[in-house]
């Protein structure tokens, strides 16, 4: 145990104390150990910012700048994957319903149609791919549902698998690597993505049409739905869908729900009504901070990192919607105006749920995922106008593309926006930072006089921690209060304890 009086504060005059190259000798039990991590030095009281920055030489201070700048950057990053993500979705919903819907769309939006499936990762359905060479319908339908698991299983083992060799070195962005791309966080992705094609595919494998006294598959003419071949491909379509329209959202929930602890520590709910909008602000922040640094729930961030702490369900919840909308929505009635109400119906139920909860942390990605639902309503609106003979040609081509035109121009401006954000933060963060390099008065403390300070503030920090251990309080109490008494130079322990 260090004995408090090995413990050496720096007395009521500091700079007298520290001004000349000397430093006076302790008492021969005391101990100045080496100074600490700059994390482990925090100032207290009002002027603690200020104090700290005072102490800071140019390059301390040009290394923090970058530091706060590169923070800055890794948010703006964050919040362009969340709306692309929402981006993403919402246009795969809209591209896999335009083909069941069956429908000779007007000539600009079928354009653009074929420009969303690049969106749905499914190329095999754009008429210039599929001209290369021709596919059957079982063709995609294993192509679907298989391409996936191989790209999977591909990068895993040929290129995760060797950037985790190296990344056990201590090189500073293998450690980064290792925490954010995972084998588990590879899989969500490329689930994320294939989702909607794979669930569109084996849909329509069980949608036959009648012609004659046969019946084909709808959707491949030259596909009976009879004879071997398609009770094969049939019980293949049954499986497959146990394990992607109906697995995949049971599998981001049995993920979340196994950490939900983690990633809703404090098991905090916003609709609180008998808390202050303040406090519910305060609470889902802190909330925030600490599972942010959790390592043990890094390889499912991509699940959880855009909304709330208590919505750690809400991206199963999403991938439910994606499943009615391309999956379920291929079987009610296909190329009917039921099947357009079918769709309508679903949307408004989950914009009314969006719009109920707000799940997402930024506010922009709420307005943005509502902003979408409004725009599968209208489109499904328009289908079922379409449909019923109320309106075609040139007016509901120009309705179309108008509707999709102002959600793209409104996800544009919301990510600018969040672009611009960003930017002005860095900027005013430099501009303040490099204010006070010239405002700043009287001499700069040297590094040896700053090694002397923070070694006897290690000494204290091993007292208090052992006291601590000790579960002694009388004694905690006493070494915490002589040193603030003693310490004049906002260097403390006080806070860090």
Request: charged share 20%.
């Amino acid at each position: 145990r260090i004995s408090e009086s090995s413990v050496v504060y720096p007395t009521n005059n500091l700079k007298s104390d520290l001004s000349t190259d000397k430093i006076e000798k302790v008492s021969d039990d005391s101990e100045i150990l080496p100074p600490p991590p700059p994390s482990m030095v925090l100032a207290s009281g009002s002027t603690a910012q200020e104090e700290t920055n005072d102490d800071m030489t140019d390059k301390e201070l040009n290394d923090k700048n970058e530091a706060e700048a590169s923070v800055a950057l890794i948010r703006l990053y964050s919040m362009l994957n969340v709306k692309w993500k929402i981006l993403v979705s919402a246009f795969q919903i809209l591209a896999s319903n335009s083909q069941s819907f069956r429908m000779d769309w007007p000539v600009a939006f079928g354009y653009i149609v074929e420009i969303l499936m690049a969106f749905n990762v499914d190329f095999f359905v754009i008429p210039q791919v599929n001209c290369l060479q021709k596919l059957s319908h079982y063709d995609r339908l294993l192509m679907a549902t298989v391409l996936p698991l191989f790209i999977i299983i591909f990068i895993g083992i040929f290129v995760i698998t060797p950037l985790d060799a190296i990344a056990r070195s201590r090189h500073r962005f293998c450690r980064w690597y290792n925490q954010q791309h995972s084998r588990t966080a590879l899989a969500i992705i490329i689930v994320f993505l294939f989702y909607s094609s794979a669930s569109r595919i084996i849909a329509v494998t069980f949608v036959c049409q009648d012609l004659g006294t046969d019946t084909y598959l709808r959707a491949d003419l030259n596909l009976r739905c009879s004879g071997k071949s398609y009770q094969f491909w049939f019980y293949y379509s049954v499986f497959m869908s146990l394990i992607w329209p109906i697995g995949m959202p049971l599998l981001f929930f049995t993920l979340c729900w196994r950490n939900r602890q983690r990633i809703h520590p404090f098991s905090f709910s916003k609709r609180n009504l008998h808390v202050s909008r303040k406090k519910k602000e305060k609470e889902v922040t802190k909330a925030l901070a600490v599972r942010q640094f959790d390592p043990k729930i890094h390889s499912i961030k991509v699940l959880w990192i855009p909304y709330e702490p208590e919505f750690w369900y809400w991206e199963s919840a999403e991938t439910i919607k994606r499943m009615m909308l391309t999956f379920l929505a291929q079987l009610v009635k296909p190329g009917t105006p039921i099947q357009a109400l079918y769709c309508l119906c679903v949307a408004i139920g989950f914009l009314r749920l969006q719009s109920y909860f707000n799940p997402y942390c930024q506010d922009q990605d709420d307005v943005l995922a509502e902003s979408l639902m409004w725009m599968l309503i209208f489109f499904y609106t328009q289908v079922m106008i379409n449909m019923l003979g109320f309106l075609q040609g040139l007016a509901i081509d120009i309705m179309l593309c108008t509707t999709l035109t102002c959600a793209v121009l409104g996800a544009i401006a919301l990510v600018i926006s969040d672009i611009k954000r960003e930017l002005n933060f860095v900027q005013n963060l430099r501009s303040a930072i490099k204010k006070s390099l010239t405002t700043r008065q009287g001499s700069v403390i040297t590094s040896a006089e700053r090694k002397a300070v923070a070694g006897q503030l290690e000494a204290a920090r091993t007292a208090v921690e052992q006291y601590g251990n000790e579960d002694d309080d009388a004694s905690f109490s006493k070494i915490k209060n002589t040193n603030q008494q003693r310490s004049q130079a906002n260097f403390g322990f006080g806070e860090w304890a």
